[in-house]
């Protein structure tokens, strides 16, 4: 039945609802107010594009939804780089009118700026791939299961998160706000594995499976690590002001080392060392520092030790 149109069923009082719902003095969490026509604002597709033209620009054909020949790999390509560049620039001015309102006075300014930072990240994009092609040889290397590298880039959550990392990581780097941890979100829910922006992680880092990982912002990760699904590498307590609420920007994850292994379903906590070489078995929670080279298991109660 459409209530609509039935007499019984009266429109709801709108102009009161809307009142209600535009009292400023009843709104906690207000989104910070425009002050320019053409302001551009964040827009989780364009993110999502932007994140899809990098990945195409690292690595051609892997990305499209065509065949391009050869000849047109190159046009295709730089029509692409202008594409990044001009989404980018729009969503980095918009992360950082976001994030300070006060910029937003001089807006033409922010835009130049914002052009800025988009041509450095572009010109970062060979940098991030050959360390992406560390990720993605180290994967295919360490799974049997993994029949090409090409499977790898098309298929595998584990590096499609990595790359989605490694993108945000660097717009990090570059001062953006906000933009990032979209990026990181994003990537989060689409395969389940949720790395932090702000984490720093070496060259051949591996993610098998992946799904339920967790990387918290101030992790160190050496080079050629790998982590099985269901790792934690995450914080164990927080500081906390005179509100009892955490203080933000403390260093408070762990620090691990070259050549680590941390199998499924462990949690390591807190700004703890795990050094060069060490293997963490699964199940275990580990919140004391590991020595180069240990292996820490869960065999039997006789040689379980106690963290």
Not at 77 to 82: E, R, S
Request: with cysteine; charged share 20%.
């Amino acid at each position: 039945m459409n209530h609509q149109s039935n007499p019984r069923h009266p429109a709801a009082p709108i102009d009161k609802v809307v009142d209600a719902l535009c009292d400023k003095s009843a709104i906690r969490h207000m989104c910070p107010q425009r002050r320019h026509e053409g302001e551009p604002l964040l827009s989780n597709p364009a993110v999502r594009r932007i994140v899809r033209l990098a990945c195409g620009l690292m690595f051609p054909g892997f990305f499209e939804d065509e065949v391009v020949s050869e000849l047109e790999q190159r046009s295709r390509m730089t029509v692409d780089c202008h594409e990044l560049n001009r989404l980018l620039t729009s969503q980095v001015c918009a992360a950082l009118c976001f994030a300070d309102r006060d910029c937003a006075d001089c807006f033409d300014g922010l835009l130049r700026r914002s052009n800025e930072i988009a041509g450095r990240f572009i010109e970062r994009l060979p940098g991030l791939r050959s360390v992406l092609d560390t990720d993605i040889d180290a994967t295919y290397l360490g799974d049997p299961a993994a029949t090409s590298t090409h499977e790898v880039i098309v298929c595998y959550p584990g590096l499609k998160a990595t790359m989605s990392y490694r993108i945000a990581h660097a717009l990090l780097e570059l001062g953006v706000p906000v933009l990032p941890r979209m990026i990181a979100e994003q990537a989060h829910s689409d395969t389940g594995i949720d790395i932090h922006p702000g984490a720093s992680i070496g060259r051949s880092f591996v993610i098998d499976h992946g799904t339920g990982v967790v990387i918290g912002a101030t992790a160190i990760i050496g080079e050629n690590v790998k982590i099985y699904q269901g790792v934690t590498i995450g914080a164990r307590s927080f500081v906390k002001d005179e509100n009892d609420n955490p203080v933000k920007g403390i260093a408070r994850h762990p620090i691990i080392g070259d050549n680590v292994v941390i199998y499924s379903n462990s949690t390591v906590l807190g700004r703890i060392t795990v050094g060069d070489g060490a293997v963490i078995g699964g199940n275990l929670w580990v919140t004391s520092p590991v020595a180069p080279g240990e292996k820490l298991v869960q065999a039997n109660p006789e040689n379980f030790r106690k963290m």
